[in-house]
Antibody, heavy 117, light 108 residues
Framework: EVQLVESGGGVVRPGGSLRLSCAAS????????MSWVRQVPGKGLEWVAG????????GYADSVKGRFTISRDNAKNSLYLQMNTLRAEDTALYHC??????????WGQGTLVTVSS | SYVLTQPPSVSVAPGKTARVTCGGN??????VHWYQQKPGQAPVVVIH???DRPSGIPERFSGSNSGNTATLSISRVEAGDEADYYC???????????FGGGTKLTVL
């Protein structure tokens, strides 16, 4: 069974940092690109960052560029998102998702990040 | 940046056909993918490459894409189809992962 399980969310003050993790199982992790997609509760999906199968190529939404860093460890079947200089507008449920082509095959349930003073 | 426009809501009676549209500039030249998201759950792809159904998705789900509009059609709608539906494209001049704003399907 394919599983993507996110962790690391929580409450953080504006300007603070947080590191999210995504543990993958049930599929060949290094055959897939990976992304973080966020969703404000009750709102739509927003792509945040993506990384190719070997970590050699990454991309970021303009809203997080320079503040967030995506990385992966294929030996540990894990994906990460280092989030710095957090803002209130970064408050959302963060999903990790895998892609073998131009759509997302698998999604995790998400981990909630709340940025509040 | 590339923008995908969906109606916020669509309502349909059980047994009828629901159509959810996704508008974009010359979207017919792109591959469109559709996701279903039920409350409290992760999204699930229901259509990829405009018209292809992944295994396990009922034949009642179909897609089309031409001109400036892509459409997800759900025939013989059931109560269990009630969910939010999102279209998505890959656009190298944008994100590149671009999502529509989502459509809430209500089964009357």
């Amino acid at each position: 069974e394919v599983q993507l399980v996110e962790s690391g969310g929580g409450v953080v003050r504006p300007g603070g940092s947080l590191r999210l993790s995504c543990a993958a199982s049930g599929f060949t992790f290094d055959d897939y690109g990976m992304s973080w997609v966020r969703q404000v509760p009750g709102k739509g999906l927003e792509w945040v960052a993506g990384i190719n199968w070997n970590g050699g190529s990454t991309g970021y939404a303009d809203s997080v560029k320079g503040r967030f860093t995506i990385s992966r460890d294929n030996a540990k079947n894990s994906l990460y998102l280092q989030m710095n200089t957090l803002r209130a507008e970064d408050t959302a449920l963060y999903h990790c998702a895998s892609n073998s082509s131009s759509w997302y095959d698998y999604w995790g349930q998400g981990t909630l990040v709340t940025v509040s003073s | 940046s590339y923008v995908l426009t969906q109606p916020p809501s669509v309502s349909v009676a059980p047994g009828k056909t629901a159509r959810v549209t996704c508008g974009g500039n010359n979207i017919g030249s792109k591959n469109v993918h559709w996701y279903q998201q039920k409350p409290g759950q992760a999204p699930v792809v229901v259509i990829h490459y405009d018209t292809d159904r992944p295994s396990g998705i009922p034949e009642r789900f179909s897609g089309s894409n031409s001109g400036n509009t892509a459409t997800l059609s759900i025939s013989r709608v059931e109560a269990g189809d009630e969910a939010d539906y999102y279209c998505q494209v890959w656009d190298t001049s944008s994100g590149p992962w671009v999502f529509g704003g989502g459509t809430k399907l209500t089964v009357l």
